[in-house]
């Protein structure tokens, strides 16, 4: 096992841990080392060509860093939302597409076969999740996006088992992956509600799956998004993680609970995308002067310093609160998850914008790795659950009488 990872096994706490303990700092540094040496110099050149970025995928790999929430018994180091987010920050602070490589096993299809599959499921990809492997998510479509319930993706009877027919959008590294997590509607489901989804693991190695294109993006260009169409793909009762029941919509409830994960995932990499944009602006303003004055010392750039700051701060907790609330092995909650990922989302956005704006004309030019992290965490105000579709949950929540953890909160009417 590679040193500093190894007994590295955090879990769920009683407050929100401000810092690290040793476990986790170890961790923090491998993850850190990993990005800064072999991951940041390459990720201009994936963002450019748009070029799948397979160095660092190999560099993960040899540091066996996808094995951070696998369970011990699948080979991997068994740990939890909190260790997952510190990996990922580290890595988005030079790279959101080499995070995202993490991103699709740590809070993705293996963490969802660990905690909703069968054991057959778990036995046969799990390990290889612990290896490296990629795992993809097929949930969008060409006419479905936020609105799921529109999916056209479905299953047909044959025999003990099922013909897949589906075609599935912006799959993040579906054409690199070696399975697929297809939420698609079981037979007798009601077309245009939730009634009958569920979701099956397809092995894309199998007759019938194929990669229909993929997408030109403004960021997150060293994770391709691939187009993946199922004609007729066999689906054995084994396959099924979650069973569509046809009179209501019980397995659309329990996938979109667990995206929890992914939302956390998600807020993670904005912070670390934008503590990265701040951290290199500020190293710019100690190099530079306005005349015969240092950049660092005008007034008004150190209110800009301090206001992303704060900010960074304020999202950085919100975010360790629903971690924390997870705990060993269990899932974030969905108030305080969407609470994070807004405030993430917006939080990077305002810090990258500032960060560009603080290297003046160097900041719009692509050399620099500002304005990358800017195009990046644009692309992560969608992914999981758009900014919108969390205040739309998170403002019925509050009017339904629901509260985020703490005692601030009185009760009102329902």
């Not at 072999?38 to 963002?47: E, G, K, T, V």
């Not at 004309?361 to 790795?369: I, L, V």
């Not at 999981?384 to 739309?392: D, F, K, P, S, Y």
Request: net charge negative; proline share 5%.
């Amino acid at each position: 096992m590679t040193s500093g990872i190894h007994g590295a096994r955090g879990g769920g706490a009683d407050a929100i841990p401000l810092a690290d303990d040793e476990d986790r700092a170890a961790l923090r540094k491998l993850a850190r080392d990993v990005a800064e040496r072999d991951i940041a110099p390459h990720a201009p050149r994936w963002d450019e060509t748009e070029e799948f970025a397979e160095e660092s995928l190999a560099a993960l790999r040899k540091a066996e860093l996808f094995t951070v929430t696998v369970g011990e018994e699948y080979g991997g180091m068994g740990m939890g939302d909190l260790e997952a987010a510190i990996v990922l920050e580290e890595l988005a602070r030079v790279d959101v597409s080499s995070a995202i490589l993490c991103q699709l096993v740590f809070n993705g299809p293996p963490r969802a076969i660990e905690h909703l599959g069968n054991e057959d499921l778990r036995q046969r990809w799990l390990p290889q999740a612990a290896a490296g492997e990629l795992f993809c998510i097929g949930i969008t479509e060409p006419d479905a996006g936020s609105a799921a319930t529109a999916m056209r993706a479905h299953l047909v009877p044959d025999g003990d088992g099922w013909r897949l027919e589906a075609y599935k959008n912006y799959v993040t590294g579906g054409h690199k992956a070696v399975a697929c997590l297809v939420w698609c509607r079981f037979p007798g489901g009601e077309t245009g509600t939730g009634k009958g989804i569920g979701a099956v693991v397809v092995d894309l190695s199998k007759p019938g799956v194929s990669v229909a294109g993929t997408h030109r993006k403004m960021g997150l260009r060293g994770c391709t998004e691939a187009e993946l169409a199922f004609d007729g793909v066999r689906i054995d009762p084994a396959d099924v993680l979650v069973a569509g029941d046809p009179a209501d919509n019980s397995g659309l409830k329990t996938l979109l609970a667990h995206i929890n994960h992914e939302r956390c995932g998600n807020a993670a990499m904005c912070l670390g995308a934008a503590q990265g944009a701040l951290e290199y602006a500020m190293a710019y303003m100690h190099e530079r002067s306005s005349g015969r004055t240092p950049l660092k010392d005008l007034q008004g750039l150190q209110w800009k310093v301090a206001d992303m700051g704060v900010a960074l701060e304020g999202a950085r907790l919100l975010l360790q609160r629903a971690l924390v609330l997870a705990g060993r092995g269990g899932t974030p909650p969905p108030l305080e998850s969407a609470m994070a990922k807004i405030a993430c989302n917006l939080t990077a956005k305002q810090v990258c914008d500032e960060a560009l704006q603080l290297l003046g004309g160097y900041g719009y030019s692509r050399e620099y790795p500002v304005e990358r992290a800017y195009r990046d965490v644009r692309g992560l105000c969608i992914g999981a659950g758009t900014v919108e579709i969390q205040r739309n949950f998170v403002g019925t929540a509050l009017l339904a009488g629901r509260t985020p953890a703490g005692p601030a909160w009185k009760k009102v009417p329902s």
